[in-house]
Protein backbone atom coordinates (compact mmCIF):
# COMPACT_ATOMS: atom_id res chain seq x y z
CA UNK A 1 0.00 0.00 0.00
CA UNK A 2 1.91 3.47 -0.82
CA UNK A 3 -1.45 5.35 0.74
CA UNK A 4 -4.28 5.12 2.43
CA UNK A 5 -6.92 6.29 -0.49
CA UNK A 6 -4.35 4.81 -3.59
CA UNK A 7 -4.07 0.73 -2.93
CA UNK A 8 -1.20 -0.93 -4.92
CA UNK A 9 -0.27 -4.54 -3.82
CA UNK A 10 0.95 -7.72 -4.96
CA UNK A 11 -2.67 -8.47 -6.35
CA UNK A 12 -4.56 -5.58 -6.99
CA UNK A 13 -4.56 -2.13 -8.24
CA UNK A 14 -7.23 -0.18 -6.94
CA UNK A 15 -9.93 1.30 -9.14
CA UNK A 16 -8.66 5.09 -8.15
CA UNK A 17 -5.09 4.29 -9.68
CA UNK A 18 -6.86 3.06 -12.61
CA UNK A 19 -8.66 5.95 -13.01
CA UNK A 20 -5.85 8.03 -12.50
CA UNK A 21 -3.62 5.93 -15.33
CA UNK A 22 -6.22 6.14 -17.47
CA UNK A 23 -6.54 10.02 -17.05
CA UNK A 24 -3.07 10.53 -17.87
CA UNK A 25 -2.91 8.69 -21.01
CA UNK A 26 -6.11 7.67 -22.66
CA UNK A 27 -8.46 10.36 -24.66
CA UNK A 28 -10.73 11.94 -22.49
CA UNK A 29 -13.71 9.49 -24.12
CA UNK A 30 -12.10 6.30 -23.37
CA UNK A 31 -11.35 7.35 -19.45
CA UNK A 32 -14.64 8.95 -19.36
CA UNK A 33 -16.73 5.84 -19.96
CA UNK A 34 -14.64 3.94 -17.64
CA UNK A 35 -15.13 6.83 -14.93
CA UNK A 36 -18.67 6.19 -15.62
CA UNK A 37 -19.06 2.87 -15.40
CA UNK A 38 -19.82 2.31 -18.93
CA UNK A 39 -16.74 0.34 -20.14
CA UNK A 40 -14.97 -2.23 -17.88
CA UNK A 41 -11.28 -0.61 -19.50
CA UNK A 42 -10.12 -3.95 -20.74
CA UNK A 43 -9.26 -3.33 -24.23
CA UNK A 44 -6.99 -0.71 -22.47
CA UNK A 45 -5.98 -2.66 -19.54
CA UNK A 46 -2.38 -3.61 -21.44
CA UNK A 47 -1.38 -0.19 -22.29
CA UNK A 48 -2.43 0.99 -18.88
CA UNK A 49 -0.34 -2.18 -16.89
CA UNK A 50 2.09 -1.17 -19.57
CA UNK A 51 2.39 2.50 -17.97
CA UNK A 52 2.37 1.49 -14.78
CA UNK A 53 5.26 -1.07 -14.81
CA UNK A 54 7.37 1.97 -16.53
CA UNK A 55 5.93 4.33 -13.53
CA UNK A 56 6.68 1.44 -10.84
CA UNK A 57 10.25 1.06 -12.69
CA UNK A 58 11.09 3.93 -11.69
CA UNK A 59 9.82 4.09 -8.61
CA UNK A 60 12.83 0.87 -7.93
CA UNK A 61 15.64 3.20 -8.62
CA UNK A 62 14.42 5.74 -6.44
CA UNK A 63 14.24 2.93 -3.73
CA UNK A 64 17.17 1.50 -4.27
CA UNK A 65 18.98 5.13 -4.21
CA UNK A 66 16.93 5.12 -1.13
CA UNK A 67 18.69 1.78 0.64
CA UNK A 68 22.10 3.26 -0.50
CA UNK A 69 22.14 6.69 1.25
CA UNK A 70 20.74 5.55 4.63
CA UNK A 71 24.03 3.13 4.93
CA UNK A 72 25.23 6.55 5.39
CA UNK A 73 22.89 8.26 8.08
CA UNK A 74 21.86 8.14 10.97
CA UNK A 75 22.69 5.52 14.50
CA UNK A 76 22.44 1.88 13.53
CA UNK A 77 18.67 1.22 15.41
CA UNK A 78 16.79 3.94 12.74
CA UNK A 79 18.91 3.03 10.17
CA UNK A 80 18.04 -0.70 10.21
CA UNK A 81 14.16 0.94 10.59
CA UNK A 82 14.42 2.21 7.83
CA UNK A 83 16.02 -0.06 5.56
CA UNK A 84 13.78 -2.58 6.50
CA UNK A 85 10.77 -0.60 5.72
CA UNK A 86 12.65 0.15 2.15
CA UNK A 87 12.61 -3.16 1.55
CA UNK A 88 9.03 -4.09 2.52
CA UNK A 89 8.14 -1.12 -0.05
CA UNK A 90 10.51 -2.62 -2.68
CA UNK A 91 9.29 -6.51 -2.21
CA UNK A 92 5.98 -4.84 -2.60
CA UNK A 93 6.45 -3.17 -6.15
CA UNK A 94 8.76 -6.06 -7.79
CA UNK A 95 5.30 -8.34 -6.64
CA UNK A 96 3.24 -5.66 -8.40
CA UNK A 97 5.16 -5.49 -11.51
CA UNK A 98 5.45 -9.17 -11.86
CA UNK A 99 1.76 -9.11 -11.74
CA UNK A 100 1.04 -6.77 -14.10
CA UNK A 101 3.05 -8.12 -16.69
Same mark, same amino acid.
Given at each position: ????????? $??????? @?? +? +??? +?????? @???????????????????????? /? @?????????????????? /? @????? /??? $?????????????????????
Amino acid at each position: MLDSDYVLD $AANVCHR @TQ +V +VFR +VLFLPR @TQWKRFVLGLDDGLQEQAKINSRL /H @TMLNDYMHMIEYRLRSIE /H @TGNSS /HRD $ALQRRWCQIRAIIEACMEALM
